[in-house]
């Protein structure tokens, strides 16, 4: 079955380094996207990862390995309006995107 | 630029009643996306377009409708809704020649069926 799997919730402390891991299994492999969610608010795009490596963008950091079926998400200098969901999502062989259900970050001072 | 618009961003619906969720984009996108998020679960793809004229289900399609006859609006219908459509409903739109395939999302319409 096509299944993506990140943690449920995590807790952080501002100014440090929170690492967030995705593991997937789709049927075929696309690409694999971080969005950002708010309390409230739609998820807004973040990265995105198709070959392996790291794709550094700011604060925020992709990784992805194909042949582990892993990614995570590297998030720097936390700040508190980093608190929010993440959500890890896959397009599978029919270009269908499969989504995780979302990590929440809460950051503390 | 408005992106993507979704009404209403909030509605109170009796059981049996009828609603129709709207969605438009200015972006020409020619594919979009219904999908609904209930807590602890991940995005659930209600029904696609990947262009003018064409619709497909997603995963969980009972219960609802869509069509497409532009490229900017894409209503979702209820026809009889049941306490267990509660739910935020996202509308998305993607362009086909985009180099990541990103999706763009609408605000969301909080449905609460009673």
């Known amino acids: 079955g096509q299944n993506i799997d990140q943690p449920t919730e995590m807790t952080a402390t501002e100014g440090a380094i929170v690492q967030i891991n995705c593991t997937y299994q789709?049927?075929?492999?696309?690409?694999l996207f971080w969005y950002q969610q708010h309390a409230g608010e739609a998820p807004t795009f973040l990265s995105y990862?198709?070959l392996d490596g790291l794709e550094e963008k700011g604060r925020f950091s992709s990784f992805l390995s194909r042949s582990k079926g892993y990614s995570y998400l590297l998030l720097k200098e936390l700040q508190m309006k980093d608190s929010a969901s993440y959500l890890c999502?896959?397009?599978?062989?029919?270009?269908?995107?499969?989504w995780g259900a979302g990590t929440k970050l809460i950051i503390k001072p | 630029t408005a992106g993507i618009t979704q009404a209403p961003t909030s509605q109170i619906l009796a059981a049996g009643r009828s609603m129709t969720l709207r969605c438009t984009q200015d972006?020409?996108?020619?594919?979009m996306y219904w999908y609904r998020q209930d807590l602890g679960l991940g995005l659930r793809l209600i029904h696609y377009?990947?262009?003018?004229?064409?619709?497909g289900k997603g995963e969980v399609p009972d219960g609802y409708s869509v069509s497409r006859a532009n490229t900017d609006d894409f209503p979702l219908t209820l026809a009889s809704a049941v306490p267990s459509q509660t739910s935020v409903y996202f509308c998305?739109?993607?362009?086909?020649?985009?180099?990541?395939?990103?999706?763009?999302f609408g605000e969301g319409s909080r449905l609460t069926v009673l």
């Open positions: 998305a739109s993607k362009g086909l020649a985009g180099d990541t395939g990103e999706l763009f």
């Open positions: 972006m020409r996108h020619n594919a």
């Open positions: 377009s990947n262009t003018a004229g064409t619709t």
């Open positions: 789709t049927s075929g492999f696309n690409g």
């Open positions: 990862n198709v």
């Open positions: 999502a896959g397009w599978d062989s029919n270009y269908q995107l499969i």
